[in-house]
């Protein structure tokens, strides 16, 4: 169970990372 848990919070914060780095990318492309 524990390690589900930490699986799962490891997958959300690679996606999050992802999706801000890539909203990073994209601001850095406007400006």
Same mark, same amino acid.
């Given at each position: 169970?524990?390690?589900?848990?930490?699986?799962?919070?490891? *997958?959300?914060?690679s996606i999050t990372?992802?999706?801000?780095?890539? %909203? *990073?990318?994209?601001?850095?492309?406007? %400006?």
């Open positions: 169970m524990f390690k589900s848990c930490v699986f799962i919070v490891e *997958y959300v914060c990372g992802a999706v801000i780095f890539t %909203f *990073y990318q994209d601001i850095c492309g406007v %400006f």
